[in-house]
């Protein structure tokens, strides 16, 4: 009894301290749900997370949400609202869908509270990418910092040795693959070469087989010509551009396994000398040639312009939007936050937006993973290009969350520094000479458009995923393709063009 009283007496005490007691010594708690990934991680004990403690005063909880079936992970962090933390970082139109939990951000804002969000985000065109259908802001944005991401890349080394000239046209591509197959490059006698070879990717496994139709002046999905939204898969623009998939894929010039194919397995093809050219992000030609570093293999891996269709369009469209919408790194407030983390979350976006905090993440402490030359370029140190325990570099970073999933704000000096002179001349090449066409932006629905599209998009999205993949390997003729289109518009199509258009109009301003 008596201990119960000195417990009571205890409590007593501590509840009679002044408040500002606990503020001023306890640090506010932020928790943030984001993914982890295997070769990004973010996660508690990571030397970032730890800095940006100690820098800003307050504490971090990360909730990591390994990328396995992320979806799904997500749906149910959203059904229990007792769950959901200060901040969760994912892709633009998944926190849309719950628009009504997150803070808006309008107000906090500002060039006074938060100068570097404030910079960016004062501009009209940038406040479009993280705006609802009302145009509230709700989230920050994974800002980029070079738009052009993935390009093609192919062995020049066996050009040269088959002595064939560089394609730059789709049907100049489909005979300079012929040669690669029949011309035997790798030496071995045998017709084993696989001229085009990409790893599945992403929701999307076709995303790196697919912006080859850019060429033709469409997109799989959604795109708008002269403010019209199209349908790509429907258009008859797409029935040529799959026939030339088909041609290549049925003449096996195309990976047959690009549906499936790991990043090891499209690796090992690499290093067995069997692929010629591929599609992935910018510094997959520095890592497929690394692949070669210590054999005495020829190889020499070159960037390439995307190829010109049969109107002379020369694009890929699948690039980096001034705001990554559809990554997983845009953050919001949950709605349920206190007045006091949502200031500390806010204080934490901003400092990611500033210089010193672009440094931190995109390059980490100076003298230790990052220094600066006589021209004030900065450059990574050995620890993180040679590192010492056979990391690669991109590895090397992370492993202190360093360019991992809180990177909010990409650096230029990041994106050079981290490449070879060719991925720079390959990326400035298609950023300088028109070779990146429109990106269809994420629209914000209301909810009776997104109810719409629930119900009529989410059959379409499965059944042309399906059709695409079985006119490419052949499985279905071409013949059947206006059957298709048919099929397609009688499931609603539509409808959702309608929907996409109304929003589209209201992002554009229309
Ligand atoms: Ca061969």
């Given amino acids: ?29 932020i928790s943030i749900w984001a993914s982890d990934r295997e070769n990004m991680p973010m996660r508690n004990g990571l030397m970032t997370i730890n800095m940006l403690q100690d820098i800003l005063g307050i504490k971090i909880d990360v909730q990591s949400a ?12 959203m059904s229990d609202p007792a769950s959901i933390p200060t901040i969760v970082q994912y892709k633009a139109n998944k926190l849309l869908q719950y628009k009504e939990a997150w803070m808006i951000l309008d107000d906090y804002i ?40 993935k390009l093609w890349f192919y062995r020049q080394d066996w050009l040269d040795k088959l002595q064939l000239k560089a394609p730059t046209t789709m049907e100049e591509l489909y005979e300079t693959f012929l040669a690669i197959k029949q011309g035997d490059p790798n030496g071995n006698g045998e017709a084993d070469e696989i001229p085009f070879s990409v790893r599945k990717q992403g929701s999307n496994n076709r995303a790196n087989l697919m912006p080859f139709v850019n060429s033709w002046g469409i997109e799989e999905t959604f795109f708008a010509e002269d403010d019209v939204v199209k349908f ?68 020499h891996i070159v960037g390439t312009a995307p190829m010109a269709g049969p109107t002379g369009i020369a694009q890929t469209r699948d690039q980096l939007q001034p705001i990554t919408v559809d990554e997983d790194w845009n953050a919001a407030i949950y709605v349920g936050a206190s007045e006091e983390q949502v ?14 905090g ?13 220094d600066v030359d006589e021209n004030g370029n900065l450059y990574y140190t ?8 056979g990391l690669s570099a991109q590895d090397a970073l992370r492993q202190y969350g360093i360019q991992s999933m ?76 206006d059957a298709f289109v048919e099929q397609v518009n009688g499931m609603g199509l539509p409808e959702v063009l309608k929907v996409y258009q109304d929003a589209y109009n209201r992002y554009m301003g229309l």
């Fill in 1 to 29: 009894m008596k201990k119960l009283v000195r417990i009571l007496c205890l409590v007593l005490a501590l509840s009679l301290m002044p408040l500002a007691f606990a503020s001023a010594d306890d640090p506010v708690t």
């Fill in 66 to 77: 390994p990328t396995e079936s992320l979806d799904e992970k997500y749906g149910l962090l």
């Fill in 110 to 149: 500002n060039e006074t509270d938060t100068p570097n969000l404030w910079k960016v985000y004062s501009d009209p065109v940038i406040r479009r990418y993280v705006s609802d259908s009302e145009g509230h802001i709700r989230f920050i944005g994974q800002r980029t910092a070079i738009t052009c991401g």
């Fill in 232 to 299: 790509g898969a429907v258009d008859a623009r797409m029935k040529d551009a799959l026939a030339w998939l088909n041609k290549c894929y049925e003449a096996g010039l195309i990976d047959s396994e690009y549906l499936t194919l790991s990043k090891q397995d499209w690796y090992s093809r690499w290093t067995n000398e069997q692929v010629f050219m591929s599609y992935d992000w910018s510094a997959y030609i520095d890592n497929v040639g690394n692949l070669f570093k210590d054999t005495d293999s020829p190889v």
């Fill in 343 to 356: 200031k500390a979350a806010m204080k934490l976006f901003d400092y990611l937006y500033s210089e010193e």
């Fill in 358 to 370: 672009m440094l931190l993440l995109n390059f980490g402490v100076k003298g230790e993973h990052y």
């Fill in 382 to 389: 050995e620890l993180i290009m040679h590192n010492p325990d």
């Fill in 406 to 481: 809180l990177t909010l704000l990409q650096d230029a000096r990041y994106e050079r520094a981290f490449v070879s002179d060719e991925v720079n001349r390959t990326r400035d090449l298609y950023e300088q000479e028109g070779h990146i066409g429109p990106a269809f932006p994420t629209l914000a629905f209301t909810d009776e458009e997104r109810d719409i599209i629930n119900e009529k998009y989410t059959d379409i999205e499965t059944y042309v995923n399906e059709t695409l993949d079985k006119f490419i390997m052949g499985r279905e003729s071409l013949d059947g393709f």
